[in-house]
């Protein structure tokens, strides 16, 4: 056989083809046109009050927001030949968006819908695309969107067009950086992509905008599902996507485990203290135990009571001679456990008292007290620490316990995602079924794995769902500004049915506000949607639950698919909740 | 509204038909009826000899495996009028199929491929699964695979319908078990399904039981990818689904790294050293740092260059504004360290003389020496321990220190996967930027998250080249048993080529077998196969990744599809090393 160079055989056209990649999956999807739903296909809408619509403002957020807290609710239909919208409607514009906080698949169909509707009410209209998060608002860094743009991206996972960021225009020498930014690039409007507390901080932005003509929309995103208006925004875009490779993963896990009959696999799924993502996916695959954070904490249960509730599981399946399984469990559990959330609020309290009575001499409880028994000593010293606080703490394992200790953020505040809960849970978990072997109550074996169902789940390709959904909260974010309006979150109603069934509205963002401690401070905020314990998805849940702890009732949902039957799917718990709203 | 109760909520068809998960893509899979390469399709086939295959058998194995090591190298065609074994062929079989070791994706479609082989040759025959592995044969525990069976679990993941065990038939009393299994159930052949060291047994079970007419076939399993025969056996089944579940994550998380900019993502991929995983997931995702095993043994890289060669990547792009990227490594990366082998070798040795000098006084190196420095006290004074080995020892962090004198098994063996390679190698990079920033030579930020891409592999849909794959291998299973031979793998060359340019071949098992240390003492085994640093998809490789290093060249291969154009794809690795046979 003749020999030859590899650099001709990286040139092969066949070769390159290989390498290049150019039949995978995220090219073919650009082809993909999202739905519209029936409205948003009209040339020119109107945005008018919903009928029998009501949605109470908050006193302090109409004191803090005197102008858009008086936004009623609205909705969108075709315009008629009365209508006076339509000379304003096509007018020419400037549009900047912006995306804030983790990215969520669908994102780039925000901005093509946003792009494509106002391209179709005028041509000459544009859309800038800020770089980095609300930090390019506010220095003032962006890009043009253009169709090549927004074609290359269109129906693809992540925020890399534009990228994103976390910070917050909520000073007020950052509002004026913000305002400086919209006066130079002569802005009409700004949408605003993120979740809640971004969704907050967009109506702050549109009041303070409001002077120089800047119209001001929030989109609501977040893959956690926690941001949701009842009736209104039953779910954020990119939850979907999420939800469905998470439940892949776990799927494929329940399939492993009762294959290889050795295994227990505990997954920690991101979505915080929400676990919507957790519900959804547990829907979807039928793990044996599932933990719902609001759940825990509204049964009381503290971690040594999390631990015999899946030993519990463990030891009945050990004893039909199952040695394996699968637990789920939000990432946000540690914050819905009360005995640990009262311990974590009072060491706050002492840590900050202990550097605050520094009185400028720099006092540091972490760099002074550098061991265990000196930090509890001092601990003990402050009035608010209870010997039942002691006793609390003394009983968890050493791990959580330097958890609990470790240095608060910047604002004092606990970091959660330092402490890794589902390896403390699974050593817990271990050191109890010891205990019950010793007993002669568990005569099984316990080998387990653990993984975080976690940042995957932002970046995956959205599903069709996803793809739909944003694309349609774009082009209603442009309608919502064609008719003039700010401080308003665009948002989809009756997300339960298919498309053709969808209606574009707008929820006045401050009927969302309400007061919360944050930083220390109340704060006018959007309540995080935690699962509603009341609702017919957890009603259901709960019941089902029941046949999936001992029996392998594992499904496979498999990976997200884009061709065949199993495109068309939208979020169980959204459709269980609307179903079940008249349930005892 | 009426209120309903939830019982008659969970009663209602619609309702069902979401928590029941009927739609699932799992169940349409059921439907898909795997393709067979044409002289599969034939009724009759015969297997002969290959013209011009070669197969060296090692001397050992010629003595330890007399009648079995004289076997050539077989290919199937169909049979024509003179062929004599059409008599044979259709004779009424009972025939043992067992899985052993990890499951891998396609597992059930060679039970299906060889259940309607069988079945085609005479519809009397019968297939019987043994239970829970190796195990199962050696206790006789078994099911009938029926139609029914078969049509339930077809192209499904996972080795659910018969389970999977790690047993191996590897001592005369084990033998005599297996025999007498056979005997007791009238088989005339068992099929084994597993890895390098599964066919291994596969060949001794096929020496042992010819004199009670039992053929034995293996097929190649395994996810890992490291049994592989030139130019015969190109991969394993499941390696193509596993990879794929694998790219489609590595590729999510450089869509989250560069829409989110400040996360690098650490990946530890299964496979164990082999890296064949971590290569064909490479391709497909483009992460900008992929660590290669044999490449790490070859450079003769210790684990500081490991380090410093993914810092260097950090550091390129950081001044370059891109404080994020992905890093894969294969989970067996400290086998491929030459120096850690050393230690871990000579420790090996140590910790067992110490044992072994107690003479029935039951001395235990980790019960007696419990401190680091009572540890490394005796170490010292072991005439195999030079000062050379503390000053590598010591250079190491604490962490893999520690590992490194972790308890051994049963065997004396250090076990890899219990020292976390990828949160040591993630320390280690944040020691040494901390350096490298102190110096003045990075300037970035640095935060990191590590994920194991691991056993949701295992449990994954497999891919049509797998569900195709795994079928014809279990066609090629019977067609091998209707010929008559014993200790042989099943396995289909060309696999490079769509599915109807297969061609079904018998390997020998015994040409594969050579001499290895295993627990101690020189063994028969085959050899696993580690990436091949002169094949072409390696030399492709180490040519393309440059590009992948500084620029963000990501790929979205997307989740594992089963409809539409993207359904039909075959390994890449297979594909360069077949068209890259010819390289400089």
């Known amino acids: 056989m003749k020999s030859r160079s590899v650099a001709s055989f990286l040139k092969d056209p066949e070769i390159r083809r290989l390498l290049d990649n150019t039949g995978v999956l995220a090219d073919s999807r650009r082809s993909y046109k999202p739905a519209l739903c029936p409205v948003l296909e009209e040339m020119v809408v109107v945005a008018e009050p919903l009928k029998g619509a009501v949605m109470q403002v908050h006193r302090e957020a109409a004191k803090q927001l005197p102008m858009i807290s008086r936004n009623p609710l609205v909705g969108v239909r075709k315009a008629g030949a009365d209508d006076e919208i339509s000379g304003r409607y096509g007018k020419e514009r400037r549009i900047g968006v912006v995306f804030s906080g983790g990215p969520a698949p669908g994102g780039h169909n925000v901005i093509a819908g946003l792009y494509e509707g106002a391209q179709k009410a005028n041509p000459k209209s544009e859309i800038i695309g800020f770089l980095v998060g609300p930090a390019g608002v506010m220095k003032g860094t962006y890009i043009n969107i253009t169709g090549d743009l927004v074609a290359r991206y269109r129906n693809a996972g992540g925020f890399a067009m534009i990228k994103t960021g976390r910070d917050k225009i909520d000073t007020p020498e950052k509002m004026e950086q913000c305002r400086k930014t919209c006066r130079d690039l002569r802005l009409d409007a700004l949408v605003i992509v993120g979740g809640d507390d971004s969704n907050t901080n967009a109506a702050f932005v549109a009041e303070a905008t409001q002077d120089i003509g800047v119209q001001v929309i929030g989109v609501p995103k977040t893959i956690d599902g926690d941001l949701q208006v009842p009736e209104y925004c039953q779910i954020s875009f990119g939850f979907h996507s999420a939800a469905r490779a998470y439940a892949n993963t776990i799927g494929s896990l329940c399939v492993d485990s009762s294959s290889d009959v050795k295994y227990w696999h505990f997954v920690k799924i991101m979505g915080r203290s929400a676990s919507h993502l957790a519900m959804e996916a547990a829907f979807l695959s039928h793990p044996n135990v599932v933990l719902i954070g609001a759940e825990v904490a509204d049964k009381e249960m503290n971690i040594h009571d999390i631990v015999k509730h899946i030993c519990d599981a463990i030891v009945k399946r050990s004893e039909l001679g199952r040695n394996y399984g699968v637990v789920v469990m939000p990432e946000g559990l540690l914050e819905c456990i009360d005995d640990i959330n009262v311990i974590i609020l009072k060491l706050n309290k002492i840590i900050a008292d202990y550097n605050r009575n520094s009185a400028g001499e720099g006092r540091d409880f972490h760099r002074d007290l550098t061991s265990m028994s000196d930090k509890m000593r001092y601990v003990n010293t402050h ?4 010997d039942y606080d002691s006793r609390v703490l003394i009983d968890l394992p050493q791990e959580l316990q330097d958890g609990l200790f470790k240095p608060r953020d910047a604002h004092g505040n606990f970091q959660f995602s330092q402490v890794p809960i589902d390896e403390i849970v699974l050593d817990m978990v271990r050191t109890y079924l010891i205990r019950l072997k010793n007993e002669g109550k568990f005569k099984g074996q316990f080998k ?24 349609n909260l774009g082009q209603t974010a442009f309608a919502l500004i064609a008719n003039g ?29 309400h007061l919360e401690e944050r930083k220390g401070r109340l704060q006018l905020v959007i309540q995080k949607s935690l699962v509603d314990l009341e609702g017919g998805a957890f009603k259901a849940f709960s019941r089902e639950r029941v046949k999936w702890v001992i029996e392998d009732n594992y499904r496979t949902p498999g990976p997200i698919q884009f061709y065949g039957s199993n495109v068309e799917s939208r979020p169980i718990i959204v459709q269980l909740n609307e179903f079940g709203k008249d349930l005892d």
């Open 485 to 513: 309006l700010t401080g308003y979150m665009a948002a989809i109603k009756d997300l339960y049915l298919p498309v053709s069934g969808w209606n574009p509205v707008g929820v006045p963002i401050a009927s969302l506000l």
């Open 383 to 386: 009035p608010i620490w209870k």
């Open 448 to 471: 387990a794995q653990s993984i975080f169902a976690g940042y995957f789940g932002r970046g995956t390709l959205p599903t069709k769902f996803d793809c739909d959904y944003a694309y």
